[in-house]
């Protein structure tokens, strides 16, 4: 097992970890392709905290377990901290073109099922929606090249990508990618009208092991100013799971580490 002690394990929850470099001149299907098979990166555990600056600003500590993979993804989001919310879990399925489904609890006993419908929800209050956590828009059949613009000094290729036949709350994302390191610097999601709807920045971008990982993100959704900060700490790969961990009555298992870091 493989475990890293960094505070960008945040990126592992939407983008996926372990980039590799290649060069700049990837056609869009090379580089969605790229950037699709990081995000299929097998099971893993990752340890976050995240900061929804809004009236009143929220402070979650969180345990995320994923089984992503080129069929679809099972992620699971628990509170470990603050006491008041420890054990509220979130668990989300997604086949690869599939509506998402899953499962919200609230302890003592208060589960609501999830569907469809719910995709566009917000994820334990934040900015980011259900789909957001699943979805894998990289994999999605339409990709294009569209420009290229500087972000942070960095030219980046602007990767369009459009669902098609997938199913999903987007008419569009745009990813600002950095061909050399293929991170994504910033992600833009569209409705199908071609309103903006979220916004991604990634803030930092840090070697590890030969490899460009994406630090901490701030999420913007719709109506919120202040956004959602997303700040990891420990990535573990090739995790066993238990197919019981990623179910309803699982959820209910009172998550380990619930004395996390509240004063980080």
Same mark, same amino acid.
């Given at each position: 097992?493989?475990?890293?002690?960094?505070?960008?394990?945040?990126?592992?929850?939407?983008?996926?970890?372990?980039? $590799?470099?290649? !060069?700049?001149?990837? *056609?869009? /299907?090379? =580089?969605?392709?790229? #950037?699709?098979?990081?995000?299929?990166?097998? @099971?893993?555990?990752?340890?976050?905290?995240?900061?929804?600056?809004?009236?009143?600003?929220?402070?979650?500590?969180?345990?995320?377990?994923?089984?992503?993979?080129?069929?679809?993804?099972?992620?699971?989001?628990?509170?470990?901290?603050?006491?008041?919310?420890?054990?509220?879990?979130?668990?989300?399925?997604?086949?690869?073109?599939?509506?998402?489904?899953?499962?919200?609890?609230?302890?003592?006993?208060?589960?609501? $099922?999830?569907? !469809?419908?719910?995709? *566009?929800? /917000?994820? =334990?209050?934040?900015? #980011?929606?259900?789909?957001?956590?699943?979805? @894998?828009?990289?994999?999605?059949?339409?990709?294009?090249?569209?420009?290229?613009?500087?972000?942070?000094?960095?030219?980046?290729?602007?990767?369009?990508?459009?669902?098609?036949?997938?199913?999903?709350?987007?008419?569009?994302?745009?990813?600002?990618?950095?061909?050399?390191?293929?991170?994504?610097?910033?992600?833009?999601?569209?409705?199908?009208?071609?309103?903006?709807?979220?916004?991604?920045?990634?803030?930092?971008?840090?070697?590890?092991?030969?490899?460009?990982?994406? /630090?901490? =993100?701030?999420?913007?959704?719709?109506?919120?100013?202040?956004?959602?900060?997303?700040?990891?700490?420990?990535?573990?790969?090739?995790?066993?799971?238990?197919?019981?961990?990623?179910?309803?009555?699982?959820?209910?298992?009172?998550?380990?580490?619930?004395?996390?870091?509240?004063?980080?």
């Amino acid at each position: 097992m493989n475990l890293l002690n960094l505070r960008n394990a945040c990126v592992l929850a939407l983008f996926g970890c372990g980039i $590799a470099t290649a !060069a700049a001149a990837d *056609s869009a /299907a090379e =580089l969605a392709s790229r #950037l699709s098979a990081i995000r299929q990166d097998g @099971n893993s555990s990752v340890r976050m905290r995240m900061e929804i600056r809004g009236e009143p600003k929220t402070n979650l500590q969180l345990l995320i377990k994923q089984r992503r993979s080129k069929g679809g993804s099972e992620v699971v989001y628990q509170v470990l901290w603050p006491k008041e919310r420890k054990g509220e879990a979130v668990l989300l399925r997604k086949s690869a073109n599939g509506a998402i489904s899953g499962t919200h609890f609230v302890p003592p006993n208060t589960t609501e $099922a999830i569907g !469809a419908g719910d995709a *566009s929800k /917000a994820l =334990l209050g934040g900015d #980011l929606a259900y789909e957001d956590v699943v979805d @894998n828009f990289f994999a999605w059949d339409q990709q294009a090249i569209v420009g290229t613009e500087k972000v942070d000094g960095v030219e980046c290729q602007i990767l369009e990508s459009k669902p098609g036949k997938a199913s999903s709350i987007y008419g569009s994302v745009k990813s600002w990618v950095d061909p050399k390191r293929v991170v994504p610097l910033r992600v833009e999601k569209y409705s199908s009208g071609g309103k903006p709807i979220r916004r991604i920045d990634t803030l930092r971008v840090v070697s590890s092991d030969g490899k460009q990982i994406p /630090a901490n =993100l701030t999420v913007r959704g719709p109506g919120r100013s202040g956004g959602t900060v997303l700040d990891g700490s420990k990535i573990r790969h090739d995790v066993s799971f238990s197919d019981g961990e990623f179910t309803a009555e699982g959820l209910k298992q009172a998550p380990a580490g619930g004395a996390a870091q509240e004063s980080e």
